[in-house]
């Protein structure tokens, strides 16, 4: 599987609107991998994982043909993965297609928010829960719980396809031993894991810093869900972490856990 990074940045981005901070002053005047936008991927060019206000620019940005899409994945309802007014513009009278050329997969919480701003719309959604596997396509997929928000059903997905395996984990916090015990037995040759809080430790449970990010990867490691070959990507990173991108690769480089960046694209 081909998996491309479209946004790699949390919800305010870097450099985040009205921010002053050091890690967004520093990104307006290098540039390059320093600049993120919001979170979200494209697995072989079909399957899309969230869809955050910065989607049209990613489209733009790496050329992208959304006909191409034949899935949509959300992992939870928070504007920065599911700007749900964005659907519209798949649709007549913005496009001249009569339905959504792509199905949407997402918790109760997200088609409830689909449903109630597109009743009776000519959309394909899919209600998802958590460690319910469904197929699509080629494509065997496992949502897993996320410890993200306490009020639904935060996921993350496991996606298989001829024998490898990617697990996408953003905005997941330290999963309860609930998820880590589905995880074991099973191996992934690739994992994309966020890295919220950087250098910058907080007492939110919904996000990693590195340190949880190191242990909860040591930990896959140990229990064998990762192996040597495994490659382990971050993203979801804010300008509050207060660390730039070689800031973070000096911190996470030594524990094999390479930093991502708005368009890497990698083999999982």
Not at 156 to 179: C, H, K, Q, S
Not at 191 to 220: K, N
Request: hydrophobic share 40%; charged share 20%; with cysteine.
């Amino acid at each position: 599987m081909v998996v491309r990074l479209l946004g790699t940045g949390a919800a305010d981005g870097i450099p985040a609107f009205l921010s002053n901070t050091r890690v967004s002053q520093f990104a307006r005047q290098h540039g390059g991998k320093d600049m993120r936008t919001r979170s979200a991927a494209l697995v072989d060019g079909s399957l899309k994982i969230d869809l955050p206000p910065d989607t049209l620019a990613h489209i733009h940005r790496d050329q992208l043909d959304v006909r191409d899409w034949t899935a949509l994945l959300i992992t939870h309802s928070h504007a920065d993965h599911f700007a749900v007014e964005e659907l519209q513009y798949g649709m007549f009278p913005f496009s001249n297609l009569e339905y959504l050329c792509f199905s949407v997969y997402g918790n109760a919480t997200v088609c409830a928010m689909a449903r109630e701003r597109y009743p009776n719309w000519p959309i394909d959604l899919v209600e998802t829960r958590s460690f319910q596997g469904f197929t699509h396509g080629p494509y065997a997929i496992t949502p897993i719980r996320a410890q993200h928000v306490p009020e639904e059903d935060s996921l993350n997905f496991l996606i298989e396809r001829d024998g490898r395996t990617l697990l996408y984990a953003t905005d997941t916090g330290v999963w309860d031993e609930e998820t880590f015990e589905f995880l074991s037995g099973r191996v992934a040759h690739a994992l994309v894991i966020e890295c919220t809080e950087g250098g910058a430790a907080t007492s939110y449970e919904g996000h990693l810093d590195i340190g949880d990010c190191v242990r909860v990867v040591e930990r896959l490691r140990g229990m064998g869900f990762l192996g040597d070959d495994s490659r382990v990507v971050t993203t979801h990173h804010s300008h509050n972490g207060e660390c730039t991108h070689a800031e973070l690769e000096s911190l996470l480089n030594p524990h094999g856990i390479e930093v991502g960046f708005d368009g890497m694209e990698f083999e999982a």
